[in-house]
């Protein structure tokens, strides 16, 4: 498995390396289906890279997400993967209290996956242990939540996202899409996650 | 049915409006999940403004998108739509030749359906003959494909959205999120398009 060291460079293992997005019911699409479309971008227009992305889930069964759309997880979770994106929604609060959910995040942890969030992610990732004594972003919303979860978390509250090596944890929803170009930045370069942002057209122009 | 006129205003008619994304094998994963995340956002925490929002497709059976996602509409077509979104994607080649496709949009257009692209679903919107003479943009390397399919089309290239009254049309993938922040602004309003941006937490740092 890998060591979190080696996350750095590209494909030193010589065997492709798993990229997961966790769905679940109540996960907020855009926290997931963001750093999807940066990501899959990436590993589907640059196989050689040695990555791959899937959508995975506790069982491969349909989920339906906050705002009522219906997603389709390609796998079970997986004991395997190199990165995990743990999205936000109202279903993490579930997930804090779920055993499984949090021993199987611990385990990856431990195997020496990336470890990552978007928005209230961060609290199953607090409610995991992951997060004691570290810097860590989450929805505007719900610092108190964080720190209620995990009272020595280091919030930072004007972080779009803080990367602590091998935990990094990004801010509300569409934050997702900025930490997924972090990473792909970090794991294949600043030339690549170029390319992504480019095939994307990310040019944001919020009119509002 | 809603006159175009109308749709500047909100509830107005005393029925719930509805609004529908469309999904097909090979849409944009983003096209389609950027808009719903803001639409989606807006119609379900604001049930008083008086619409709804459905992701809809030819079929009620699952679609795969262009980067592998496989995604659940809610409906099949529905003839009575205020709003569509016909987002991009690999998979709209395949539409711009399919006349069951075509005369779907058309017949929407005709009842006074406010009709939106993200990215190349504006070539579906050329080959229904929608953008004869309109100004237009999708996205960055496809105004070739554009033009051939609309030669009177008025491309432009510089618009992270392009809104000429009865018909919108957004540039490349995650451009379809500012132009249905820019819907809920034209539908509802300057602060509620604010509430829907805080709320998914829409300030961009793309970090490459």
């Known amino acids: 498995m890998l060591t979190p060291g080696s996350l750095g460079g590209v494909g030193d293992t010589g065997r492709v390396r798993r990229l997961g997005i966790l769905l679940f019911d109540g996960v907020e699409e855009l926290d997931a289906m963001g750093p999807w479309e940066v990501l899959s971008y990436w590993t589907s227009h640059h196989p050689a890279d040695g990555w791959e992305t899937r959508l995975v889930a506790r069982d491969k069964v349909p989920v339906t997400a906050a705002k009522g759309a219906v997603l389709v997880p390609h796998a079970a979770w997986a004991p395997d993967l190199d990165l995990v994106v743990i999205p936000g929604g109202a279903g993490t609060r579930a997930l804090m209290r779920d055993a499984g959910t949090l021993a199987w995040v611990r385990d990856l942890r ?25 810097a860590a972003t989450t929805y505007h919303a719900s610092f108190g939540e964080l720190l209620a979860a995990e009272p020595t978390c280091l919030p930072d509250r004007e972080a779009r996202w803080v990367d602590t090596g091998d935990v990094v944890t990004a801010a509300g929803v569409s934050a997702g899409i900025d930490m997924a170009l972090h990473l792909v930045d970090r794991l294949a370069g600043r030339e690549r996650a170029r390319q992504v942002r480019r095939g994307i057209q990310y040019d944001p122009e919020p009119p509002v």
């Open 110 to 134: 431990e195997r020496g996956a990336l470890i990552t969030s978007v928005c209230t992610g961060a609290l199953v990732l607090a409610a995991a242990g992951l997060l004691a004594g570290r």
